[in-house]
């Protein structure tokens, strides 16, 4: 008689299915942003409304993925835990894809920014090379899921790759972040009393944005 496999549903399905319900709360915050920011500067160029609203799609479509994982995972498997690491997610694969074009193009926009700040190339430069490293990434990660004969099996071989992706996001959302921070604090000592409460007001949310979001997305 085969062994049984433990399960622990708190740690797998309790912990993605908190996850997918955190990030539908970000996609209402992403989607309001969205909304305010075409209600209010309906003169930016084209090329950045396009921008917004080409990461709104893909934010879309990455809600989508996640949710259809979780449907697929706890309705159309119910009662067959063994299918969770058992089977791979065409689903979960364009997901985590969806995520890395979402992400390289927040830091390239964002290095472009701090480019146009700071007049210092090599800081962007470095921000693009990471971005561009966690895109390869991702692509990689796709296309060996779609591969992966289960999804326990591709963990567990390509596990230095997931571990290194999230890092490479990480150490480039602190780079921007500290860069930003950096920046305004040096303006910041010289400002005005007005000035320098605006500015301390800016560095709060570039930290929020930056890096607090970023830990909120890990599951990602």
């Given at each position: 008689m085969d062994s049984v496999v433990p399960f622990n549903p708190n740690s797998t399905l309790g912990a993605f299915q908190i996850g997918?319900?955190?990030?539908?709360?970000?996609?209402?915050?992403?989607?309001?942003?969205m909304y305010i920011y075409y209600s209010r500067f309906p003169d930016d160029s084209r090329r950045l409304k396009a921008l917004v609203a080409f990461v709104w799609v893909c934010e879309v479509?990455?809600?989508?993925?996640?949710?259809?994982?979780?449907?697929?995972y706890t309705i159309l498997d119910y009662m067959?835990?063994?299918?969770?690491?058992?089977?791979?997610?065409?689903?979960?694969?364009?997901?985590?894809?969806?995520?890395?074009?979402?992400?390289?193009?927040?830091?390239?926009?964002?290095?472009?920014?701090?480019y146009v700040l700071t007049k210092r190339l090599y800081i962007s430069g470095l921000i693009w090379f990471m971005a561009f490293l966690h895109l390869m990434a991702r692509i990689t990660i796709f296309v060996t899921s779609l591969r992966a004969t289960s999804l326990g099996s591709f963990i567990e071989q390509w596990e230095w790759l997931l571990t290194s992706n999230w890092s490479i996001s990480v150490?480039?959302?602190?780079a921007i972040t500290a860069t930003l921070v950096i920046f305004l604090q040096g303006h910041r000592s010289n400002a005005h009393k007005k000035?320098?409460?605006?500015?301390?007001?800016?560095?709060?949310?570039?930290?929020?944005?930056?890096m607090l979001t970023r830990f909120v997305s890990y599951p990602d």
């Open positions: 997918v319900l955190v990030s539908y709360a970000l996609f209402g915050v992403t989607t309001t942003q479509g990455h809600t989508f993925c996640v949710g259809h994982v979780l449907y697929t067959h835990p063994d299918r969770v690491l058992g089977t791979t997610s065409r689903s979960l694969s364009v997901a985590s894809l969806l995520a890395g074009i979402i992400a390289v193009c927040v830091h390239g926009f964002l290095s472009f920014r701090i150490a480039t959302d602190f000035t320098a409460a605006i500015i301390d007001k800016i560095i709060g949310w570039t930290i929020e944005t930056g």
